[in-house]
């Protein structure tokens, strides 16, 4: 049984937005800090952003202003609100989760693509 999983990506154009999504078993939304990542073809996977369970939400100077992590308790979900995309922020996006927000997660969704046209 899957961890995590993502789901809400798709195509947009510049300027559009989109909302990412990331469903956690209850033990992990309750507990872990959970994050997302991206990495663009050819590229190496970087942090977008973090956030703590009841707690700090963090972010990559890239997104800043433009993207935001919010969560869901209803739903143990966590979100990625995505807006004025540009093409620079074309590529898979996942979710992780762990103890400690970070350097390393031990828990991956499977990840969803968003794909910015010009």
């Known amino acids: 049984q899957a961890q995590l999983v993502e789901s809400g990506g798709g195509s947009v154009q510049a300027g559009g937005f989109l909302r990412l999504s990331c469903e956690a078993s209850?033990?992990?939304?309750?507990?872990?800090?959970m994050a997302w990542y991206r990495q663009a073809p050819g590229k190496e996977r970087e942090g977008v952003g973090t956030?703590?369970?009841?707690?700090?939400?963090t972010y990559a100077d890239s997104v800043k202003g433009r993207f935001t992590i919010s969560r869901d308790h209803a739903k143990n979900t966590l979100y990625l609100q995505m807006n004025s995309l540009t093409p620079e922020d074309t590529a898979m996006y996942y979710c992780?989760?762990?103890?400690?927000?970070?350097?390393?997660?031990?828990?991956w969704g499977q990840g969803t693509q968003v794909t910015v046209s010009s």
């Open positions: 992780a989760a762990d103890i400690w927000c970070g350097p390393s997660y031990n828990y």
């Open positions: 209850e033990s992990i939304y309750k507990t872990y800090c």
């Open positions: 956030n703590a369970p009841y707690g700090t939400t």
